[in-house]
C-alpha cells in the first residue's frame, strides 16, 4: 500500500483549477487562467509524478507554463519539484487530451534548481507551500535576472498562489500581481487515477 498521507496530498493538488469568478468580477486586474495538474503512471517515472499546464483561457493551445512535477514526501514537508520538458511543444494541449502524453516519459526532464515547493499540512485538509529557501529559482525577466518567491495554500476545493519576481541585486518586485494572489476554484478531479494501487 502506498503511503496514505501522500496519496491524500495527490488528490488535493491535482484537478483543473480556474479562477473564471475572480476574473469576472475584477477583469481589469485578474486575467482568467486554468491550471490542469495530470497525475501520471507512477510505473513510468518510478515516484509519483504529475503534468502540470497553465493557460490563459482565452489562448488555450498557447500554455505559459508547462513542467513535469514530481511529487515526495520528508516527514512532516511535501516536496514537488519542478522540471523542464524537452521539447515541451509537442505536448501542449496534455491538459485537455492526456493521449497527447503518451510518450512524454521519453523525453529528457531538467530539474530546476531551487524552484522546488515545499508544503506542509496546516490544518486538516489544508497545505501551504512556498519556494524553498535560499532565493534560487531564477527566471529571466527581460534583461533582468530575477529570484522568484511563491505562496500557495491549497485544500480540496480551492488553490490560492501569489508568485512573484525580484531583481537579484537589489531584491527590487519586478514582476507579480499589484492586487493580491490568484484564486482558483477546483473545477474538475483526478481522483479516479489516484489510489493505494495508483499505477
Known sequence: MRNKSIIEFAKIISGIFSNKEQALENPKNFAHIQIHIRPLFFKTYKCFAFYSEQRY???????????????????????LSNHKIENKERFTGGALEMSLLDNISKNKLYKKSGCSMHFRQTDPGT???????????????????????????VNKNILISEDSGHKVETTKKIWGSDFGPLIFKKIDNFDCFIDENWE
Not at 488555450?60 to 515526495?72: A, G, H, T, V
Not at 514526501?73 to 516536496?79: A, S, V
Open 127 to 153: 497545505f501551504t507551500g512556498a519556494i524553498e529557501s535560499g532565493c534560487k529559482c531564477y527566471i529571466q525577466y527581460g534583461r533582468d535576472k530575477t529570484y522568484v518567491k511563491s505562496k500557495v495554500k
Open 57 to 79: 483561457q482565452h489562448d488555450i493551445w498557447n500554455p505559459y507554463r508547462q513542467s513535469i512535477n514530481k511529487l515526495s514526501h520528508e516527514q512532516d514537508i511535501f516536496i
